[in-house]
């Protein structure tokens, strides 16, 4: 069964320097999504990402963050000058559009737990 | 504002027996949609039950079933006969109309599964 893949699984990086984490939707698939869950909290809504460009973002997804496609297949999350508090597991996912973004059920990868220092 | 609520941090069930979670859910909006999600230890979050708020009938897929009160805005998950594949970190989540697939969770329970 087709399955939405992250890489790494583990990110360590210092204050301030810029990561980016990498996701592979499922190939037919046509809205992509990132969230985060800050240890001991709810997993967060980020962004979603439709036909090249971000359909909804929310409150958290300031200018630090960005999202890409910058091939047929990958999806990434760019995190331009990391702060303490971005320390999560980021998840990405992915849902096929049939029933538009609303409605259709998401798929999720096993996520990146990135640590700030 | 939607909010969804677990008040339930962690649960525990023998192997073979029945369990119920509790989920508790807010919107103003009339059309919305409910899931189920888990997410054993060091494995991806997988569905498990969707519900849609304009069907009354309440939605099973095999051993799991909701109870869904939508006058009481509740969502309960039940699993029958218990298996120890059951372990895991159980999120209940809400997306709505007119939404760009913005998922609201609660913050999830932690089902142990003894055997």
């Known amino acids: 069964e087709p399955e939405v893949t992250q890489t790494p699984s583990h990110q360590v990086t210092q204050m301030g320097q810029e990561v980016i984490l990498r996701c592979v939707p499922i190939?037919?698939?046509?809205?992509f999504y990132w969230y985060r869950q800050i240890l001991g909290q709810k997993v967060e809504f980020l962004v979603s990402?439709?036909?090249?460009?971000?359909?909804?973002k929310s409150e958290i997804f300031d200018d630090q963050f960005s999202v890409e496609r910058p091939d047929g297949s990958n999806f990434t999350l760019k995190i331009r000058s990391t702060k303490l508090e971005d320390s999560a597991m980021y998840f990405c996912?992915?849902?096929?559009?049939?029933?538009?973004?609303?409605?259709?059920?998401?798929?999720f990868g096993p996520g990146t737990r990135l640590t700030v220092l | 504002a939607q909010t969804v609520t677990q008040s339930q941090p962690e649960m525990s069930v023998q192997e073979a027996e029945t369990v119920t979670l509790s989920c508790t859910y807010d919107?103003?909006?009339?059309?919305?949609?409910l899931f189920w999600y888990k997410q054993p230890p060091s494995r991806q979050m997988i569905l498990v039950i969707r519900?849609?708020?304009?069907?009354?009938q309440n939605a099973t897929e095999n051993r799991f079933s909701v109870n869904f009160q939508k006058a009481a805005k509740s969502f309960s998950l039940k699993i029958s006969d218990s298996q120890l594949g059951d372990a895991a970190m159980y999120f209940c989540?809400?997306?709505?109309?007119?939404?760009?697939?913005?998922?609201?969770f609660g913050k999830g329970t932690k089902l142990s599964v003894k055997p």
């Open positions: 996912a992915s849902s096929e559009g049939k029933e538009g973004p609303s409605t259709d059920t998401q798929y």
């Open positions: 190939s037919n698939h046509l809205y």
């Open positions: 990402f439709y036909n090249n460009e971000i359909s909804e």
């Open positions: 919107t103003s909006e009339s059309d919305y949609y």
């Open positions: 519900q849609e708020a304009y069907k009354q």
């Open positions: 989540a809400m997306n709505y109309g007119g939404s760009q697939g913005n998922l609201i």
